[in-house]
């Protein structure tokens, strides 16, 4: 057979992944400013002796390590995804980004909780001015990238037949997106639930509200970091795929009574695409391309394998 004529049945498994995406361009501003942020915190605590500048410098930059995961995470399914050895393409670089970046988060979270029981029992003094200083820094640089990577909305126009669904889909399913989003907005939290409870211990004298407020802040970043996980181990597992869209597949392959859908698979390869392998039983069998047919173009699906047999009264008695 002639490889020209092959090709018409060829396709790429890229799905959309050798372009860069808005969430990375997003992310490397935010490591920007977040890294910047972490070397005059870090300038400023050795010049003037502050531990707590010199302690929320230390901060910003785990923090900033983690933004360069999922930074990492992009470029690198960006540049992998011809790469034949990822069979369905690089799209879950992304979603293990996300895992990853949600694992930190949970750490975090511990570290906050365990540091904040220790200053429960055993409360040291705070310079409240200083401080205030500091978290409320923090929070408009961290509410700056909050705003920075919470922007869903962009201008990508392309409609080529591969990948005319992806941009309907990504920004709702782009987990290194959110775990980039969750660990600034965690951030942004720690600061203001920080400020709130510097208030209270300078002008009411509560000091315990400051380690208090650091256990909420470390409950809630734990929650989110909880979700985040379960959302992409999910992905990371092939869990099937969400039962409307299974829905969809079955009532557009049965509308007519002759077919019916016996197997289905339907698992993500990427943010907001999916694959989908059917195996169809018919009393008048037609080719697979005959049902791939009737699946609805708007669906996010990028790969449908379909399997064909023949019913036969013989085989149900």
């Not at 983690?66 to 992304?94: D, P, Q, W």
């Not at 509200?209 to 379960?230: E, F, N, T, Y």
């Not at 080719?287 to 064909?308: C, D, G, M, N, R």
Request: proline share 3%; glycine share 8%; aromatic share 6%.
């Amino acid at each position: 057979m002639k490889e020209e004529i092959l090709d018409r049945w060829r396709h790429s498994h890229s799905f959309g992944q050798d372009r860069k995406r808005p969430g990375e361009i997003r992310t490397l501003v935010v490591i920007v400013i977040t890294a910047s942020m972490m070397v005059v915190e870090i300038v400023a605590g050795i010049a003037y002796g502050s531990m707590a500048l010199l302690a929320d410098g230390l901060h910003m930059g785990s923090h900033a390590v983690a933004l360069g995961i999922n930074a990492f995470a992009y470029v690198y399914a960006r540049r992998h995804a011809h790469n034949e050895r990822y069979s369905f393409g690089t799209g879950k670089v992304n979603t293990l980004g996300g895992y990853t970046g949600a694992i930190l988060l949970a750490v975090f979270a511990a570290m906050m909780a365990w540091e904040s029981i220790l200053r429960l029992l055993s409360p040291v003094e705070i310079a409240f001015n200083q401080a205030i200083f500091v978290a409320t820094l923090g929070l408009i640089v961290n509410g700056a990238s909050v705003v920075i990577l919470g922007e869903h909305h962009t201008q990508d126009h392309d409609h080529d037949h591969e990948h005319h669904h992806l941009h309907d889909h990504d920004h709702h399913h782009d987990h290194n997106l959110k775990s980039a989003y969750l660990h600034v907005l965690a951030d942004a939290l720690t600061s203001l639930l920080a400020i709130v409870a510097l208030l209270i211990g300078k002008y009411f004298g509560a000091v315990w509200m400051d380690p208090l407020m650091g256990i909420v802040g470390a409950l809630l970043v734990g929650r989110w970091s909880v979700g985040l996980l379960k959302s992409t181990s999910a992905i990371l597992l092939d869990e099937q795929g969400e039962t409307e869209l299974e829905n969809s597949i079955r009532e557009a392959i049965e509308v007519d009574p002759a077919h019916r859908v016996v197997d289905l698979h339907v698992w993500t390869v990427g943010p907001g695409i999916s694959a989908a392998i059917l195996s169809i039983v018919s009393r008048s069998p037609q080719q697979p391309q005959y049902f791939k047919a009737l699946i609805p173009e708007h669906l996010p699906l990028q790969h449908v394998s379909v399997e064909v047999q023949e019913y036969e009264e013989s085989a149900s008695n």
